[in-house]
């Protein structure tokens, strides 16, 4: 992985995600110096307790993992955030939650927006944490949660739903809320 994208998810983001979609098991897309799970995975190694089991998560299958999946892919080069969406939608077993860029002017934001159980956006920019020695920068983007539920899941609604998450206060509100 390039250093550019090894910007680790602020814990407060984590931690929600965390809370609402039943704990994570494994960090899909991280290093040893930036994940949030103890198990996680790589473009090299997927890692637990120190013991090396299986190679790069985007050839492991994810049904064999019990539990919820945190992912905060690589954002490049261009076309890699559509690879990890393509890949997590074969899948059925866990709930995959991806943090993404709010990019509704790329193609894959509209093709898998509608394969998605859930979709949260996240209000204000997120700030994500940089790799030691690398300098602070705003994120670009505004950011959004993409969220395929698992077989028996309670997020398991035919058409997505649609939410935000409030960053100062943690707290995911329904968009359809009233309607």
């Known amino acids: 992985m390039s250093i550019r994208n090894e910007w680790q998810t602020p814990q407060h ?31 090299k190694r997927i890692r637990r307790y120190c013991e090396y089991q299986f190679e790069n998560a985007l050839t492991y299958d994810w049904n064999l993992m019990r539990g919820s999946l945190w992912c905060n892919p690589p954002y490049g080069p261009v076309g890699t955030i ?7 939608s074969k899948f059925r077993r866990n709930t995959r939650v991806f943090l993404l860029p709010n990019d509704t002017s790329t193609a894959w934001w ?9 979709v949260v956006f996240i209000q204000g920019r997120v700030q994500f ?12 983007w505004p950011s959004v949660i993409f969220v395929f539920a698992g077989r ?11 939410l935000t998450f409030n960053q100062k206060t943690g707290e995911f509100t329904n968009l359809r809320k009233g309607l």
């Open 152 to 162: 028996g899941s309670i997020f398991g609604a035919p058409s997505p739903r649609f």
């Open 82 to 88: 559509p690879v990890w969406l393509k890949y997590a």
């Open 129 to 140: 944490i940089p790799p030691p020695g690398i300098k602070k920068t705003s994120n670009p």
């Open 110 to 118: 509209h093709e898998y927006v509608h394969k998605v159980n859930e």
């Open 13 to 43: 983001i984590f931690d929600a995600c965390d809370g609402r979609y039943s704990g994570f098991v494994r960090d899909m897309a991280a290093t040893e110096e930036n994940t949030l799970c103890e198990a996680y995975c790589t473009s």
